[in-house]
């Protein structure tokens, strides 16, 4: 699928007809358990975008779950995708590839349930150790680096305060010391930022967002081009065991089919809806990466294909003497 655009990978991936009985859309298969060909030989194709071995018990590899994941993975333009039952247990699988004692270093402004799973559970009760800090200066982020840092952890832009981080820069500079830079792009989706191409080694999404789109399926991914980050996320995904239902998998799936024409309207939306707030009364400051006002305006237009459809705003408080008051 490498030469089509993602309108037409996101209409036809996942859905290759031999997975799928030959029928033109996935089946939400239920099964918990597949039939043996014969003790031990399991049935079904080789999907090296699933489990890699054929199917035997659904929580290591599902059909409904293999055809989210392949077209996921082509949307990506990556090797390979990996579901889960939603973004932040992505986010603890991606986690799980660390040993104790391993070191992270992280943006200082990544969506709250992130944070306070790093400080609160995988800091204390898995021993990683966590940095977090502005990833805009390199001097800063070089001397935070130790002998056990493993990884780069970041969020572009930022939920929620749409913050943009140079993808390029923090990704030469992780590879010049063997450190794995994994992204969370939930906030632009594949349709507009693939940070794979951008030399990342690991994309994380809340497929809970824009790629279902229709605020019915909580869900997960993570998206890898390296075969042993895959390895070690299928082993992740099964023994941990955080799978997505088979129907979830068919409703995601069915989501992303539509995620451009979606992402188009929603971001013709906030464009119009954040250059009226520019000039509202009660509206202190106006975050949108597609207003000229962006601080990392040209940033954020070299490493994606639109500004997205969230928007962050300030609003102005008036304190009001007489009744002592607050008024939003
Ligand atoms: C919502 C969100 C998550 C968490 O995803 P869930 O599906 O709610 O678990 C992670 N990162 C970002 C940027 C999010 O917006």
Known sequence: MSGLKIETIVVHSGSEPEFNGWSVVPSINLATTFVQEYPGVKPGRDDPNSYGNGFFYSRQANPTRGAFER?????????FCCAFSSGLAATQAVIQLLNAGDHVI???????GTTSFFRNIAGPKSDIRFSFMDLDDLQQLERTVTKDTKMIWLESPTNPLLKTTDIRKITEFAKRRGLLVAVDSTFMSPYLQRPLELGADIVIHSVTKFISGHSDVLMGAVVVDSAELNSNLRNVQ???????SPFDCYLALRGLRTLP????????????IAEALQGHAMVEKVIYPGLPSYPMFEVANSQTDGPGAMIAIYIKVLLCAMCSAVYF
Request: charged letters at 15%; glycine letters at 6%.
């Open 71 to 79: 077209a996921l993975a082509a949307t990506e333009r990556a090797n």
């Open 106 to 112: 992280a943006l200082d402004d990544l969506y709250g």
């Open 238 to 244: 099964n023994l941990c065991g955080a799978v997505p």
């Open 261 to 272: 024409l979606r992402m188009n309207a929603a971001m013709n939306n906030a464009q119009k």
